[in-house]
C-alpha cells in the first residue's frame, strides 16, 4: 500500500489548497527546497557511517516494493523445521550435517523457494542447525546462543529506521529555518508595494509548510514502514529458534513445532488442526 499511500498524502493536500482558491505555481520555491533538503542530507551524512547511507538507499526502495509476510512463509519455516527434525530423530544429528553446511544445495531446503530466498533467514539456520549437530552445548546455552543473533538482528534492523526518524525530526526545524531566511530577504523589500511583500512572505512560508509534510507525510510514515518489515524478519528468526530451543531441551518434533506455532504472530498463525494436517501431508 506504500505507493498508493505516497499518492494520496500529496493529492489530498494539494486538493485541500486548491478547495481554498490556492495557487500551485507559489507552492514551487527551489530555494526554499534546496535549502531544506539540501541541509538534511547533509545532516543525514555527518550523523551515519557510509555503510548504513548506503544500506539507506538500498532499503528504500524495498518501502514500495517490499511484500507483508503471509501465512505460508511461517508455514514453511516450521514444515522445514519439521523434516529436519525428524530426521534428526530417525538417523541421528550428522544427518543433518550436510544440509547444514550446503543449504543451498539440500534437497530439503530446496522445496522451501522463500526461505532459500531470505539470506538472513537461511543462514541463522544454517548456522544453528552446525551448532546442533555438533552436540557439544547444553539446551540453555544453546538457547542464548541464539537469543544473541536475534538481538543482534533485531538491533540492526532499527538502524535504518532510526537514521530516516532524525532525519524526519531535522526537517520542520530545517523548514523554519528556509522561513526566516524569507523572511530575512522580506525585510530587505520594505519599500515594496503589498503584493511584492505578499509574495516574498508567502515564497518564505512555504519553506515551513515543506519542512513539515516532508517530514510527517513522507519521511516518518517511510521510516515506520522499513521498522515493520524488520520486524516481520526477526519474528520469522525467533519462530526458528522457537522450535530449535524445543527440540534441544528433549521436546518431539511433534510438539517443538507446536513451540514455534506460538510464537507466529496471531494474525499470520495457522490453527492447532490446520497445522497438523500439513504435518501428517509431510509424514507421508
Known amino acids: 500500500m506504500a505507493p498508493v499511500g505516497f499518492v494520496t498524502v500529496i493529492g489530498c493536500v494539494l486538493a485541500g489548497y486548491l478547495m481554498h482558491h490556492g495557487v500551485l505555481a507559489v507552492l514551487w520555491q527551489p530555494n526554499e527546497v534546496v535549502i531544506i533538503c539540501g541541509a538534511a542530507f547533509g545532516a ?52 543433518l550435517e550436510e544440509h547444514a553446511n550446503k543449504p543451498d544445495g539440500s534437497a530439503i531446503f ?39 543473533d536475534t538481538d543482534v538482528h533485531e538491533h540492526h534492523g532499527t538502524l535504518v529506521p532510526a537514521a530516516m526518524n532524525t532525519v524526519s525530526d531535522s526537517l520542520p526545524g530545517l523548514g523554519i529555518v528556509a522561513a526566516v531566511l524569507g523572511i530575512v530577504t522580506t525585510m530587505g523589500l520594505m519599500s515594496e508595494p503589498p503584493e511584492v511583500l505578499g509574495a516574498s512572505v508567502g515564497a518564505a512560508l512555504c519553506g515551513t509548510f515543506l519542512g513539515l509534510l516532508l517530514s510527517y507525510g513522507y519521511m516518518a510514515p517511510m521510516a515506520k514502514a522499513l521498522e515493520n518489515q524488520a520486524d516481520d524478519q526477526n519474528n520469522l528468526l525467533k519462530v526458528a529458534k522457537a522450535v530449535l530451543a524445543a527440540f534441544a531441551k528433549g521436546m518431539p518434533p511433534v510438539l517443538a513445532i507446536e513451540f514455534a506455532r506460538r510464537a507466529v504472530p496471531t494474525n499470520c498463525r495457522p490453527g492447532y488442526e490446520e497445522l497438523e494436517e500439513l504435518l501428517k501431508s509431510v509424514k507421508k
Open 110 to 148: 530446496g522445496k522451501y523457494p522463500s526461505i532459500l530466498k531470505n539470506h538472513h533467514l537461511k543462514d541463522f539456520l544454517a548456522d544453528n542447525l552446525k551448532v546442533f549437530v555438533s552436540g557439544n552445548i547444553e539446551p540453555h546455552e544453546f538457547e542464548n546462543l541464539m537469543d544473541i
Open 44 to 95: 543525514f551524512l555527518m550523523a551515519n557511517p557510509m555503510s548504513l547511507i548506503k544500506e539507506v538507499f538500498a532499503k528504500i526502495p524495498k518501502i514500495f516494493t517490499g511484500k507483508e509476510l503471509k501465512k505460508e512463509q511461517y508455514v514453511d519455516v516450521m514444515l522445514l523445521m519439521f523434516e529436519f527434525l525428524s530426521i534428526a530423530r530417525r538417523e541421528g544429528m550428522l544427518a
